[in-house]
């Protein structure tokens, strides 16, 4: 408990039991430590946030069109077969429910895929420094990870075959959401 006698230590100065008191140096220079270590977490945690958010939405929107060119499918078609991994053939009964459905799962994939480049890089800070690098051979991963356990997992069971041409422009399109999430993530650290 503060005492009501004034005792003068430093500059800064705090409002104790009607009275003004200063804290010692020292004291004074610990907390502004701590404050400014305190706000460069919360820059930190929000510059995570957001790359996770933002890489991930955008590889997410990104790779519907994607998915679309690829197929020369149309977008609601290309979310109800998202939306097919949790309810099979059944995702194509309700059009726009199931678009929606799809669009979420989308969405919300891409932010997982995110987080995990983003946090990674977080205990390795060379995958911000070699962004390009790293964000293809993560593209590569996504491409193996989604099709031969994520889509054989899913209600689909299957194993997806590809023809060659097809092979390659889903994995551009792989190789590209792996460098879109490694491009926002290099920022998270800043």
Known sequence: MYRSAHCDYG???????????????????????????????????RGVLTAILLGGIVAGTIDIGAACLISGRSVPFILQTIAGGLLGKSAYAGRVR?????????????????????????????????????????????????????????????????TTPKFAANMAAMLLFGLIVAFFARRSGR
Do not use: D
């Open 11 to 45: 500059k800064l100065e705090l409002l104790c039991q009607n009275r003004t008191r200063t804290i010692p140096g020292n004291l004074r220079m610990a907390l502004a430590g701590a404050e400014t270590a305190s706000g460069n977490m919360r820059r930190k945690s």
């Open 98 to 162: 199931r678009a929606l459905l799809g669009l979420a799962l989308q969405e919300l994939m891409g932010i997982i895929i995110a987080a995990i480049y983003v946090l990674f890089a977080q205990l390795a800070p060379v995958l911000t420094r070699r962004w390009i690098s790293f964000g293809l051979l993560y593209g590569v991963v996504i491409f193996f990870v989604m099709n031969y356990v994520v889509v054989p997992l899913s209600a689909w069971q299957r194993v997806p075959h590809f």
